[in-house]
């Protein structure tokens, strides 16, 4: 499930709302549920699930649905199944239910396959045909505003799985020769601050503020960082210190998601945990769920056991929307205790 929170759009129609929803997500859905939240006529947020597999109960997730859109203050919500009847219309019964439990009204229950829409709950032939009305979400009003105010809808999720994957060729082994360079440096930094009596700790810290500062700046000038710059900041922030440095000067701007796209993209598939992760922090602070979804899921596949990456995807399925973090990092996230500015106060590592 992918809760995907976006900037608000007026809904007139049903037409409206199915050329809304690729916006929301950031992708055309297909063979997957979608809840979407409403206030008044305007939608606010937007859940999506896939269709649950054949001969299985749909129940579990239609109530984690239902969950989910009910966190967020909405006052109703549209249900659409994308795919054959078969497979859609236990589900969206299923979801519709657990919407009508959490007490949030169901304003339409809809299918969605091939140029065509289905309403399950209008039954007046001259607005919901039988065979079904076609749309065209290239001529609604809603896609060319969506355009307008810079949203993009890829053709499925497939392509925004592919943004933030590994790249390879030419790339991968400039990159490896470069971690190679990086860990040699990594190792120097630490046996020099032995050999001086210094803290090891410290000074591996010092040298992490410092990469990710140049890298923030690099990025917020609109340039790209070397090879060396990228191996360096991603063996850096194996370094707990380092990495939650890094976390407290993320947020959702398109240059520190940009940073972390980058460095996750052409980090050692070793080193990928903590740029993902913070990756996907900067996507949700921006309202991209479907991206902060796809980064964890690339993290997890590799490090199944990084708490940060657990934690935020226990976030994103829980549906808490991105206003639960106005004011980060000053007001701390939540279930950590973060360390205050000037004093000692012990803090969880994540």
Same mark, same amino acid.
């Given at each position: 499930?992918?809760?995907?929170?976006?900037?608000?759009?007026?809904?007139?129609?049903?037409?409206?709302?199915?050329?809304?929803?690729?916006?929301?997500?950031?992708?055309?859905?297909?063979?997957?549920?979608?809840?979407?939240?409403?206030?008044?006529?305007?939608?606010?947020?937007?859940?999506?699930?896939?269709?649950?597999?054949?001969?299985?109960?749909?129940?579990?997730?239609?109530?984690?649905?239902?969950?989910?859109?009910?966190?967020?203050?909405?006052?109703?919500?549209?249900?659409?199944?994308?795919?054959?009847?078969?497979?859609?219309?236990?589900?969206?019964?299923?979801?519709?239910?657990?919407?009508?439990?959490?007490?949030?009204?169901?304003?339409?229950?809809?299918?969605?396959?091939?140029?065509?829409?289905?309403?399950?709950?209008?039954?007046?032939?001259?607005?919901?045909?039988?065979?079904?009305?076609?749309?065209?979400?290239?001529? #609604?009003?809603?896609?060319? +505003? $969506?355009?307008? /105010? %810079?949203?993009? @809808? =890829?053709?499925?999720? !497939?392509?925004?799985?592919?943004?933030?994957?590994?790249?390879?060729?030419?790339?991968?082994?400039?990159?490896?020769?470069?971690?190679?360079?990086?860990?040699?440096?990594?190792?120097?930094?630490?046996?020099?601050?032995?050999?001086?009596?210094?803290?090891?700790?410290?000074?591996?810290?010092?040298?992490?503020?410092?990469?990710?500062?140049?890298?923030?700046?690099?990025?917020?000038?609109?340039?790209?960082?070397?090879?060396?710059?990228?191996?360096?900041?991603?063996?850096?922030?194996?370094?707990?210190?380092?990495?939650?440095?890094?976390?407290?000067?993320?947020?959702?701007?398109?240059?520190?998601?940009?940073?972390?796209?980058?460095?996750?993209?052409?980090?050692?598939?070793?080193?990928?945990?903590?740029?993902? #992760?913070?990756?996907?922090? +900067? $996507?949700?602070? /921006? %309202?991209?769920? @479907? =991206?902060?979804?796809? !980064?964890?899921?690339?993290?997890?596949?590799?490090?199944?056991?990084?708490?940060?990456?657990?934690?935020?995807?226990?976030?994103?399925?829980?549906?808490?929307?991105?206003?639960?973090?106005?004011?980060?990092?000053?007001?701390?996230?939540?279930?950590?205790?973060?360390?205050?500015?000037?004093?000692?106060?012990?803090?969880?590592?994540?």
């Amino acid at each position: 499930m992918t809760p995907t929170p976006r900037p608000r759009l007026a809904v007139r129609s049903p037409a409206d709302l199915i050329a809304a929803v690729p916006y929301l997500l950031g992708f055309h859905p297909a063979d997957s549920l979608v809840v979407v939240a409403l206030r008044g006529r305007r939608v606010v947020f937007a859940a999506r699930g896939d269709l649950p597999e054949p001969g299985s109960d749909p129940g579990p997730a239609a109530r984690h649905l239902a969950q989910v859109i009910a966190r967020q203050g909405s006052e109703a919500a549209t249900v659409i199944g994308y795919g054959p009847a078969t497979r859609v219309t236990g589900a969206v019964d299923a979801v519709g239910e657990a919407l009508d439990d959490a007490g949030l009204l169901v304003l339409d229950a809809l299918r969605v396959t091939d140029g065509r829409w289905w309403s399950y709950l209008c039954t007046e032939p001259e607005c919901c045909p039988p065979d079904g009305t076609p749309y065209d979400p290239g001529a #609604s009003e809603v896609s060319a +505003a $969506a355009v307008f /105010a %810079g949203q993009v @809808a =890829l053709p499925d999720r !497939a392509a925004l799985t592919a943004q933030v994957a590994a790249l390879d060729g030419p790339v991968r082994v400039a990159m490896r020769r470069a971690t190679v360079r990086a860990r040699r440096r990594l190792a120097e930094l630490t046996e020099e601050a032995a050999e001086t009596a210094l803290a090891g700790g410290r000074s591996v810290r010092s040298a992490g503020v410092a990469a990710v500062r140049d890298a923030f700046r690099v990025h917020r000038r609109g340039e790209r960082l070397g090879d060396d710059q990228v191996a360096w900041l991603a063996v850096l922030l194996t370094q707990l210190p380092v990495r939650d440095h890094a976390w407290e000067r993320t947020d959702g701007r398109d240059a520190d998601i940009s940073l972390w796209t980058d460095v996750l993209r052409r980090a050692e598939p070793e080193l990928i945990a903590a740029p993902g #992760s913070l990756l996907a922090f +900067a $996507a949700w602070r /921006a %309202g991209h769920g @479907a =991206l902060a979804a796809v !980064a964890l899921e690339r993290v997890l596949a590799t490090r199944p056991d990084y708490s940060l990456a657990l934690l935020l995807d226990d976030m994103l399925r829980r549906g808490m929307p991105p206003s639960e973090l106005d004011g980060w990092p000053a007001v701390g996230f939540p279930g950590v205790v973060r360390r205050r500015p000037r004093r000692r106060i012990p803090r969880r590592r994540i």
